[in-house]
């Protein structure tokens, strides 16, 4: 029982330590900001850089580019007049264009104008550019992981060729 009693000490005058020597932050301004990373390896190369002047105004890019060269660079603002973004890439299938606020310039080999409609009204821009973004690494998930698949089958035929010309012999 003192034993118990003694821990119930200590474990008072703990919890009274922690709770004098921890300040209360209260959330007041946004404060200006910045970052930035990039990264390269052998898939290719991913990069983003923003800024913020803490009184709701954002400027920044992203981009990458894979292993083919493909390569796409966002630069964008964000303040009082919406998100504004200006879109670089050599994607296949892209051509320059202009549609809500956003200024697309393609220097893809084999950009056409037509066939495709967009509608951009109400829609995130910075959003669907990172949609763009995820659904681009998933597809270079889904290459290497067939890929890994090709070596894995490779390497099962020539355990089955190993035991048929044992079994043979």
Known sequence: MFILAVFSCIALAQAQLYHDNHDHHHHHHAQPYKFGY?????HGEQHREES????????GSYGFTDARGIAR???????????????????????????AAVHLISNAPYAHSGGVALSMEGLDMEDMVLDME???LDMEEMVLEMEDMVVLDVDTMAMAMEVLLDTAV
Do not use: C, I, L, W
């Not at 913020?52 to 400027?59: C, L, M, P």
């Not at 966002?74 to 892209?94: M, S």
């Open 52 to 59: 913020g002047n803490g009184a709701g105004g954002v400027v």
């Open 73 to 99: 660079q966002v630069n964008y603002v964000a303040d009082h007049a919406g998100f504004r973004a200006q879109v670089k890439t050599n994607e296949p299938g892209t051509a320059n264009q202009n549609p």
């Open 134 to 136: 995820d659904m681009v």
């Open 38 to 42: 990039s990264v390269k390896d052998h």
